[in-house]
Structures are given as structure tokens and as C-alpha cells.
């Protein structure tokens, strides 16, 4: 009889032993699943942070030295613009600092425009007011009243046209 009960006693905990050993099994199981489905989460939001700061990058890389070049185009057409009023009064021909009729050099808004448009595109805020800067300093030079105040606006041009160098200096070796 002891036999029966200590055989009875043993399958009950035999069963017991599976059902906990299922259980164990099952809760195992699911964690396995989700710290898998927690990982594969985590890769994914770093695979899409990898994606969109390569955008970013990438869209910076095209677009400051871009913008770079279209600020030295416009500074271009400021000092070649002052350079032939000056060589004009240098010959001794009249010279007329101010743009008749608040009128502009058509390569200097053709410029202006470009700039603008590029400098939109960039994230970087110490950068944007530099251009903000660089733009202003670019209007003065056609409304100068003499030879004097063309050149100190052409060293404003000159010297906010160095900054830019300075900070897109600064910015692109972060991108590449």
C-alpha cells in the first residue's frame, strides 16, 4: 500500500514537475521572444538614425560648398564692381557711386538671389547668420556716396566672406 501511495505520490509530482517545467519553458520562451523582438527594435531605430543623419550629411556636403562658391561669386561681382568705378575715377571719368535709380548690377541680384536660396538649405545657425551678415554687407557697396565708403564696403564684403570660410571650415570635416 505504501508502494501505491509513494507511486501515486510520485506521478503527482512527476506531473507537477512538467507542468512547472512547461510553464518555465514557456515563460523562457517568451522573454527569449521579446528581448529579440526589444533588439531588433533598437537595431532598426539605430539603422533609421544612421539613415537620416546620412541624409542630413549628405544633403549638408552638397549644399555648403555650394553655397560657399555662390557667396565668392557674389563678392566677386562687389569688388568687380567697385574695381571699375575705382579704375573709372582713376582715368578721370565721372564716376557715380549710387546706382541710378536704386537700380543694381543685374550679376550682383543674380548672385544675391543664389545665396539666399543656398543659404535656406543650411542647418547650421552661426553659418546662416554669417550669410545674413555677408548679404547685408553686399548691399552698401551700391548705394556708397565715394571712393571711401565703396572700399570700407568691400572690407566688410571681404572680411564677412572670410568668416564663412572659417565656419564651413569648421562644419565639413564633421560631414565627411
Do not use: C
Amino acid at each position: 500500500m505504501w508502494t501505491a501511495i509513494v507511486a501515486a505520490f510520485a506521478a503527482v509530482i512527476g506531473f507537477l514537475g512538467v507542468v512547472v517545467g512547461a510553464l518555465v519553458t514557456g515563460f523562457v520562451t517568451l522573454r527569449q521572444t521579446e528581448l529579440a523582438s526589444q533588439r531588433e527594435r533598437e537595431a532598426q531605430q539605430i539603422a533609421r538614425e544612421q539613415a537620416r543623419k546620412d541624409a542630413h550629411d549628405a544633403f549638408q556636403q552638397e549644399n555648403i560648398p555650394a553655397l560657399q562658391e555662390a557667396a565668392e561669386d557674389l563678392r566677386q561681382v562687389v569688388v568687380r564692381d567697385v574695381g571699375r568705378k575705382l579704375a573709372a575715377a582713376d582715368e578721370g571719368k565721372p564716376v557715380t557711386y549710387v546706382s541710378p535709380l536704386g537700380l543694381v548690377d543685374e550679376g550682383w541680384l543674380q548672385a544675391h538671389a543664389r545665396v539666399e536660396k543656398l543659404a535656406a538649405r543650411i542647418f547650421d545657425p552661426d553659418l546662416k547668420a554669417l550669410i545674413g551678415e555677408f548679404l547685408d554687407a553686399t548691399i552698401p557697396v551700391f548705394s556708397t556716396l565715394n571712393e571711401d565708403q565703396a572700399l570700407e564696403a568691400i572690407d566688410a564684403v571681404r572680411t564677412w566672406g572670410r568668416e564663412i570660410n572659417a565656419r564651413v571650415g569648421v562644419l565639413l570635416p564633421d560631414l565627411f
